[in-house]
């Protein structure tokens, strides 16, 4: 699972970690708090030039079908995405990469929750692997009309923070975020990637639960708290 993230490092670090542009459209705002229903930035590649852009995108995957958001996930089963109907045709056609630099966590203790900030460990700025549709047929008057829209894919937790979470999101390598954007990748090759190129090692701490408000937004959200 994944339903909240952060990144304060610059769109072009990343663009340059795939040797991407980074979109004029792009608002490159710092935010410590990215909450879904909101355009973050992710890296695809163009279907119709092959240019890798970093660009604005929906967080809340649309197909292109849907003329609402009744179905609209923010994350996507990995293990499943390729058989999935809404999907299965995004997985091997339309991958793309969410960048970031830790996501949060909540870890269920009895009736509370206490929220966790993670990331790999080295703190490096990383990709999650995601997939992308064009929100084609929603109303006019909805932000996302006609824009592209994302989720992120999730599997099974490292043993590392395994004690958090049951799902953690695909973090990939470096090497691991150029392979996801390969176009040629059948859906074999592209659960290889997910499987052996992410990150083997993360680091977590318990943080403040004020994360759990949106409007909550600056680095002191993520500051570490005693357990």
Known sequence: MCG???????A???AKIIDAEVSGRLDDDVRYNRPPGTFQAIALQNPDNGA?????AWWGFI????????????????ETAHTNKLFAKAFAHQRCLVPADYWIEWQKQGDAKQPYAIRPKGG???????????????PEDHPAAG??????????????????HNR????????????????????????????SERHASYQAWPIEKKVGNPSNDGPEIIEPISP
Not at 68 to 78: C, E, G, H, V, W
Not at 176 to 183: K, N, S, Y
């Open 4 to 10: 909240r993230y952060g990144r304060y490092s610059a």
């Open 124 to 138: 490096h700025p990383f990709f999650f692997a995601g997939i992308w549709s064009k929100a084609a047929r929603l």
């Open 147 to 164: 824009q592209v829209t994302f989720a992120i894919l999730t599997g099974q937790p490292n043993d590392d923070i395994d004690h958090i």
């Open 63 to 78: 197909p292109n079908w849907a003329k609402d958001t009744k179905l609209s996930p923010i994350n996507a089963r990995s």
């Open 12 to 14: 072009d670090v990343f």
């Open 168 to 195: 953690q999101p695909q973090a990939l390598t470096a090497e691991g975020a150029r392979h996801w954007l390969d176009p040629d990748l059948d859906a074999a090759q592209a659960h290889e990637v997910l499987e």
């Open 52 to 56: 890798l852009t970093l660009g604005p």
